[in-house]
């Protein structure tokens, strides 16, 4: 038989993926892919119960129903007095990998560069090379994975198109600054880029800090194209409802692509997620608690098993220094953790194309229920 296509040859199998199997077959406390071991709210998942028996079955608008783009309009004028056009520059996908699949190939011709700051979310540089495009790493830099500016616009050429930053940050736990933030525009202004923000995590930030939306600052709301899920607000991952942002140019590309990759998204589930949006200001003060809690709960416990790392400031994860602990890098520890503590974590060199930082590290998700991060750090003791 012929061979598959180029483009994937180079393609494995996501480190989530892998990590889940190796959890299930070694029976290992998963602290890997990044989702909650418990379920969204009940009040969510009954609303989209009464949706399916009111009719909402059938192929929803491709670019989203009128309610979900509503509302979600709405949001952002009311969190961040951001202006978007429900009708032109608001389209629903089937999450936020689907947002960010079409986003870059709506953009990205074959040969255009895109700059990926690293460690970063793996579907970015698989989507770029789908694209035909060339991912160009500019690293954060531990500990504190900041960006050095000098070396940012050093890696932009005349063939740089496309600039990808993900704030709050997976999988590191930062929240961005103003002042990273604004440094890292001018850049895009400068030399004409596109911006893709992937904010996900918008509202889990913690102790005071807050989210600072690219499309906010001066002279980016035309350029930036900024990503986001309810899955991770609400904790509802399965359901798979993101979205897309954007002018109107920008969003008439991205429904292009959008209409022959899933044409539509579940029906009932963007009706119930329109309906969770109007109770975010209710919603989010328990939900950002109740990950505080965790967060500072498992911190704790990992300082006393000896692991020394900053607080991290938003997402449910932490990038764990593994040194003191091993030689070992930290695909092989965390190989060694799965079979030996029965706890699996990402090795998070699969987030990087450059810097052998990454090596250093693994990983942790505690999104997870008190059970489960109790067991972790009872396989843990003793490292």
């Known amino acids: 038989m012929k061979e598959t296509a180029l483009r994937i040859a180079d393609f494995k199998d996501s480190i989530f993926g892998v990590i889940s199997r190796l959890a299930r077959e070694n029976q290992a406390v998963n602290l890997g892919q990044g989702f909650p071991d418990f379920d969204g709210p009940d009040w969510l998942k009954e609303i989209a119960f009464k949706k399916m028996q009111e009719g909402h079955n059938q192929y929803a608008p491709f670019h989203g129903t009128p309610n979900l783009r509503q509302e979600i309009s709405n949001y952002y004028q009311k969190f961040y007095q951001l202006n978007y056009n429900p009708e032109s520059e608001v389209t629903v996908t089937v999450g936020a990998t689907e947002a960010i699949y079409v986003v870059i190939n709506a953009?990205?011709?074959?040969?255009?560069?895109?700059?990926?700051?690293e460690p970063f979310y793996d579907s970015y540089v698989a989507s770029i090379k789908m694209a035909g495009g060339i991912p160009v790493p500019v690293t954060m830099h531990a500990p504190d994975f900041s960006i050095d500016a000098k070396e940012l616009e050093a890696a932009i050429t005349s063939k740089t198109k496309l600039l990808i930053l993900n704030n709050p940050h997976n999988p590191t736990g930062k929240v961005w600054t103003k002042e990273e933030l604004i440094s890292v525009s001018q850049l895009a202004i400068?030399?004409?880029l596109y911006l893709l923000s992937d904010e996900v995590y918008e509202f889990l930030v913690f102790d005071g800090n807050k989210h600072i939306p690219t499309a906010t600052l001066e002279g980016?709301?035309?350029?930036?194209?900024?990503?986001?899920?309810?899955?991770?607000?609400?904790?509802?991952?399965?359901?798979?409802?993101?979205?897309?942002?954007?002018?109107?140019k920008v969003s008439?590309?991205?429904?292009?692509?959008h209409q022959y990759v899933t044409f539509a998204v579940s029906t009932p589930m963007q009706e119930a997620v329109a309906e969770g949006l109007k109770k975010l200001s209710d919603y989010l003060p328990g939900f950002v608690e109740l990950y505080k809690g965790k967060r500072d709960?498992?911190?704790?416990?990992?300082?006393?098993?000896?692991?020394?790392f900053p607080?991290?400031?938003g997402t449910y994860f932490m990038m764990v220094p593994i040194k003191k602990h091993t030689d070992l890098n930290d695909v092989d520890f965390a190989m060694k953790l799965i079979k030996e503590r029965k706890v699996a974590t990402v090795p998070p060199s699969a987030f990087y194309?450059?810097?052998?930082?990454?090596?250093?590290y693994l990983r942790f998700c505690f999104a997870k229920k008190e059970e489960?991060?109790?067991?972790?750090i009872q396989n843990l003791n003793g490292l």
């Open 297 to 308: 709960t498992f911190y704790i416990e990992m300082k006393k098993l000896g692991f020394d």
């Open 311 to 313: 607080l991290p400031k």
């Open 220 to 248: 980016m709301m035309e350029r930036t194209i900024t990503v986001s899920s309810a899955g991770k607000t609400f904790g509802l991952t399965g359901w798979k409802i993101g979205w897309i942002c954007a002018n109107q």
């Open 372 to 376: 489960t991060l109790k067991s972790a």
């Open 353 to 360: 194309l450059k810097s052998a930082e990454g090596q250093g």
């Open 190 to 192: 400068k030399n004409d």
């Open 107 to 117: 953009l990205i011709n074959p040969g255009d560069e895109v700059i990926v700051l």
């Open 252 to 257: 008439h590309a991205c429904r292009l692509v």
